[in-house]
């Protein structure tokens, strides 16, 4: 009975250090895809403060468009 309860322990202490190491791979993801949509949005706001009135006819439909 004793090696059991040591064992449900040891399985559970790895449990949990492999839930602490999935979330934190999973933060370190979430913030580098944070970062890759805040450049993007950088970028389309730059786009806009150069030359928005074309930007934005370049999605005016024309004709049978």
Same mark, same amino acid.
């Given at each position: 009975?004793? +090696?059991? +309860? ?6 559970? +202490? /790895?449990?949990?250090? #492999? ?5 934190? /791979? #999973?933060?370190?993801?979430? %913030?580098?895809?944070?970062?890759? #949509? /805040?450049?993007?949005?950088?970028? &389309? /706001?730059?786009?806009? %403060? =150069? =030359?928005?009135? %074309? @930007?934005? *006819?370049? @999605? &005016? +439909? *024309?004709?049978?468009?």
């Amino acid at each position: 009975m004793a +090696q059991e +309860q040591k064992h449900q322990r040891r399985s559970s +202490q /790895d449990e949990e250090a #492999v839930t602490e190491t999935v979330e934190t /791979d #999973v933060a370190e993801r979430r %913030e580098a895809l944070d970062d890759d #949509v /805040d450049a993007i949005l950088d970028e &389309i /706001d730059e786009v806009l %403060e =150069n =030359n928005a009135e %074309e @930007f934005v *006819k370049s @999605f &005016i +439909q *024309k004709g049978g468009e």
